[in-house]
């Protein structure tokens, strides 16, 4: 796509310094594959191609005599059209819906001006949009531009995600770590352990957003093919268009208002949410992690931390990231509880809150593209790790305390607490309870021989399997 220039005060402008959007300045780069998706020339590309696909299927019927079929010589221009629209062609439609007022309908005008040169196309002029009304084009062309950014942009960068988070889990995975539940010292765990439990949720977060099946609907001015049937009224519409929705690999709903209820994208939206939700979260952590010092960030040449402290390097990809996500989760949190809702057999409410649609995709690729940034500069500090280890012995009055109600000891909880709550105790202090336990000499060998570091549970393990 070209850079977008405009004058103003009679002066040539970039759009990069003087856009309204951060998107579409600061981090014009960063979201530039979205634009094929969800610009204005990707919406009316798309329309083109709904329009287009629905003339070839009603001239290829049989039952419907008055169109005859397309040449191959004509089919083979339809989809050149399609496939190679460009800017130019965007541009003119906009020029008649300056004109027209309905950008749907100039649609179908420019349509008749692009094919004047080609009979065929011209005799059946009068069946391009076709019994369609504008929420026919409108809503099966959102549900392929979710469908298409959702595989070629979001589901990808998800993935990448989940695999530099799997990569942390397997390098870490024998790496003991302090917990700290409500930010107190707390059982150990590993550093891995912890990166396969993102990983996990980000598994099944992903799937549940490639499992979500886009519907959209092809059944006229309020959902039940009237126009349709007053011109064929013998003609088996609601079939027809079913396998004309299909074909484009959508889910077709048979019971609509005059628009698709968007029940499928508020599901979409949800999801992608969730994920964001959870990659919040994560980013959070990170950066907790950071402060610890239980992960270094590896410095970057030229970067500067800090205008006037020059040691730092902060933790700006992942506060970039929880900003962007933030962001992106307030637009599909709307975009879900406004867009199932409609006044009637229909009101416009939908129509300007859509084209916010790759809004919030743009801000959710943001913040996964400065999460990757800040996953691929960490890297463990062993050393930090262990320090805060070896000053936490009172962790073991967990595993202490629960062998002696394995065996049987008075009020073994109580006794634990009055020795390590709020203060801590000393390796050599701990020894010396443990000794004095009523407890088979092989228990008391064994709680002996236990550390900190050594109290991890089945870690290695899970981390090992994500």
């Given at each position: 796509?070209?850079?977008?220039?405009?004058?103003?005060k009679?002066?040539?402008?970039?759009?990069?310094?003087?856009?309204?959007?951060?998107?579409?300045?600061?981090?014009?780069?960063?979201?530039?594959?979205?634009?094929?998706?969800?610009?204005?020339?990707?919406?009316?590309?798309?329309r083109?191609?709904?329009?287009i696909?629905?003339?070839?299927?009603?001239?290829?019927?049989?039952?419907?005599?008055?169109?005859?079929?397309?040449?191959?010589?004509?089919?083979?221009e339809?989809d050149?059209?399609?496939?190679?629209?460009?800017?130019?062609?965007a541009?003119?439609?906009?020029?008649?819906?300056?004109?027209?007022?309905?950008?749907?309908?100039?649609?179908?005008?420019?349509?008749?001006?692009?094919?004047?040169?080609?009979?065929?196309?011209?005799?059946?002029?009068?069946?391009?949009?076709?019994?369609?009304?504008?929420?026919?084009?409108?809503?099966?062309?959102?549900a392929?531009?979710?469908?298409?950014?959702?595989?070629?942009?979001?589901l990808?960068?998800?993935?990448?995600?989940?695999?530099?988070?799997?990569?942390?889990?397997?390098?870490?995975?024998?790496?003991?770590?302090?917990?700290?539940?409500h930010?107190?010292t707390?059982?150990?765990t590993?550093l891995?352990?912890?990166?396969?439990?993102?990983?996990?949720?980000?598994?099944?977060?992903?799937?549940?957003i490639?499992?979500?099946?886009?519907?959209?609907?092809f059944?006229?001015?309020v959902?039940?093919?009237?126009?349709?049937?007053?011109?064929?009224?013998?003609?088996?519409?609601?079939?027809?268009?079913?396998?004309?929705?299909?074909?484009?690999?959508i889910?077709?709903?048979?019971?609509?208002?005059?628009i698709?209820?968007?029940?499928a994208?508020?599901?979409?939206?949800?999801?992608?949410a969730?994920?964001?939700?959870?990659?919040?979260?994560?980013?959070?952590?990170?950066?907790?992690y950071?402060?610890?010092?239980?992960f270094?960030?590896?410095?970057?040449?030229?970067?500067?931390?800090?205008?006037?402290?020059?040691?730092?390097?902060?933790?700006?990809?992942f506060?970039?990231?929880?900003g962007?996500l933030?962001?992106?989760n307030?637009?599909?949190?709307h975009l879900?509880?406004?867009?199932?809702?409609?006044?009637?057999?229909?009101?416009?409410?939908?129509?300007?809150?859509?084209r916010?649609?790759?809004?919030?995709?743009g801000?959710?690729?943001?913040?996964?593209?400065?999460?990757?940034?800040?996953?691929?500069?960490?890297?463990?500090?062993?050393?930090?790790?262990?320090?805060?280890?070896?000053?936490?012995?009172?962790?073991?009055a967990e595993?202490v305390?629960?062998?002696m109600?394995?065996?049987?000891?008075?009020?073994?909880?109580?006794?634990?607490?009055?020795?390590?709550?709020?203060?801590g105790?000393?390796?050599?202090?701990?020894?010396?309870?443990?000794?004095?336990?009523?407890?088979?000499e092989a228990?008391?060998?064994?709680?002996?021989a236990?550390?900190?570091?050594?109290?991890?549970?089945?870690?290695?393990?899970?981390?090992?399997?994500?």
């Open positions: 796509m070209l850079k977008l220039l405009y004058i103003y009679g002066v040539l402008m970039s759009s990069n310094l003087t856009a309204l959007s951060p998107l579409d300045g600061r981090y014009a780069a960063k979201i530039e594959p979205l634009r094929s998706h969800f610009s204005e020339f990707g919406l009316i590309r798309n083109v191609r709904v329009e696909e629905w003339l070839k299927a009603l001239a290829a019927e049989n039952g419907l005599k008055e169109i005859a079929p397309f040449s191959s010589a004509t089919i083979a339809l050149r059209m399609v496939s190679a629209f460009a800017e130019a062609d541009e003119a439609v906009k020029r008649i819906e300056a004109r027209t007022n309905h950008d749907v309908k100039a649609v179908e005008y420019w349509l008749v001006e692009r094919f004047a040169g080609n009979a065929e196309i011209i005799r059946a002029a009068r069946f391009i949009h076709f019994a369609c009304t504008s929420e026919d084009i409108n809503n099966l062309s959102h392929l531009m979710l469908r298409d950014a959702r595989a070629l942009n979001l990808p960068l998800i993935g990448s995600l989940i695999e530099k988070f799997r990569r942390l889990a397997h390098e870490h995975a024998a790496l003991p770590m302090l917990s700290r539940t930010g107190q707390a059982t150990p590993t891995g352990k912890e990166m396969a439990n993102i990983t996990a949720r980000l598994l099944r977060a992903r799937d549940r490639a499992a979500v099946s886009l519907t959209a609907k059944n006229g001015a959902g039940n093919y009237n126009a349709h049937l007053a011109a064929y009224p013998n003609f088996d519409w609601e079939s027809f268009n079913r396998r004309f929705v299909e074909s484009f690999g889910e077709f709903n048979p019971h609509t208002i005059q698709e209820p968007h029940d994208m508020a599901e979409l939206f949800d999801a992608i969730r994920t964001n939700t959870i990659l919040i979260d994560a980013n959070r952590d990170l950066w907790q950071i402060s610890l010092g239980y270094k960030q590896q410095p970057k040449a030229g970067e500067i931390g800090s205008s006037t402290m020059p040691h730092k390097i902060n933790p700006i990809d506060e970039n990231a929880e962007n933030g962001l992106a307030a637009l599909l949190r879900s509880e406004k867009l199932p809702i409609s006044r009637l057999q229909r009101d416009l409410t939908d129509s300007t809150v859509l916010n649609m790759g809004v919030a995709f801000y959710s690729i943001l913040a996964y593209d400065s999460c990757l940034r800040g996953l691929g500069k960490l890297e463990a500090d062993p050393k930090r790790l262990a320090e805060d280890l070896d000053a936490a012995w009172e962790v073991l595993p305390q629960t062998v109600r394995r065996y049987g000891i008075e009020n073994p909880y109580e006794q634990l607490k009055e020795l390590t709550r709020g203060k105790i000393e390796r050599d202090a701990l020894h010396a309870f443990i000794r004095g336990l009523a407890i088979p228990e008391k060998t064994r709680l002996l236990m550390t900190p570091s050594s109290y991890i549970g089945k870690a290695v393990e899970l981390a090992g399997r994500i």
